[in-house]
């Protein structure tokens, strides 16, 4: 699922904080993976998940965020449409500001990502029928 409820359709995908991802090729790198546990401390998990969601690394809690999100990066050719700070992340419930949102599928599809080993490119396209 991209963007919040309302405005996963195509026709939003310019609406900053709403709409979904823009279609185009988008990296997913390895090194741009982080979990919730191992990528900060102690004390900035207590401030993620006790800072009411505007304090720690994970801004939004781990009901926003889950324990793995994978930052994205638009390749070369790809209009970002001004989009910034979009990931591949899980969470409670599908909705989000842009992301790619994988909510309870996130943690298989890091482990997956992980044992694959290598960079992806991720190719978003939305079906003209569909929307």
């Not at 304090?55 to 050719?77: F, T, V, Y």
């Not at 790619?100 to 992980?114: A, H, N, R, V």
């Amino acid at each position: 699922m991209s963007g919040k409820p309302d405005y996963q359709c195509k026709e939003y995908d310019t609406v900053k904080n709403r709409g979904p991802i823009p279609e185009g090729k988008w990296l997913v790198r390895q090194s741009q993976h982080q979990n919730f546990y191992k990528d900060q401390s102690k004390f900035d998990q207590f401030k993620s998940e006790h800072g009411f969601g505007i304090m720690g690394k994970w801004r939004g809690r781990k009901d926003s965020w889950g324990n793995n999100r994978i930052w994205l990066e638009p390749a070369r050719g790809t209009d970002n449409k001004d989009r910034t700070h979009l990931s591949i992340h899980g969470g409670k419930e599908y909705g989000s500001k842009g992301c790619i949102d994988l909510t309870d599928k996130m943690d298989e599809f890091t482990d997956k990502l992980k044992k694959y080993g290598h960079d992806m490119l991720l190719n978003v396209k939305y079906d003209k029928d569909f929307w």
